[in-house]
Nanobody, 116 residues
Framework: QAQVVESGGGWAQAGGSLRLSCVGR???????MGWYRQPSGKQHDLVAS????????DYADSVKGRFTISRDNAKNVIYLQMNILKPEDTGVYYC??????????WGQGTQVTVSS
């Protein structure tokens, strides 16, 4: 059964760092994995995504220069290194996995809280 599992959320002070991890289990033919943030009551907004080859990345303007997404294809794992955190980075971060048929698999989300 397909499963997306996130880890690494938590609390940090402004200026600090956190690292998120996400693994896609039993999901063949993955073409894209990414992190999304959902402000309260709103749709998921892209934070960062990375292609299967790992050569194509996309970032929200608000995190460019501070966050870095990377992946381990052999393990179907992606990481989000978040540096110079800001209070506005606070939210629930969701991992999304997309396969070659454009099916989307979502994780349960992990809370990130940044205090000023």
């Amino acid at each position: 059964q397909a499963q997306v599992v996130e880890s690494g959320g938590g609390w940090a002070q402004a200026g600090g760092s956190l690292r998120l991890s996400c693994v896609g289990r039993d999901i063949p033919n993955i073409i894209l994995m990414g992190w999304y943030r959902q402000p309260s009551g709103k749709q998921h907004d892209l934070v960062a995504s990375i292609s299967t080859e790992g050569t194509t990345t996309d970032y929200a303007d608000s995190v460019k220069g501070r966050f870095t997404i990377s992946r381990d294809n052999a393990k179907n794992v992606i990481y989000l290194q978040m540096n110079i955190l800001k209070p506005e980075d606070t939210g629930v971060y969701y991992c999304k996995v997309m396969d070659v048929w454009r099916r989307e698999f979502w994780g349960q989300g992990t809370q990130v809280t940044v205090s000023s």
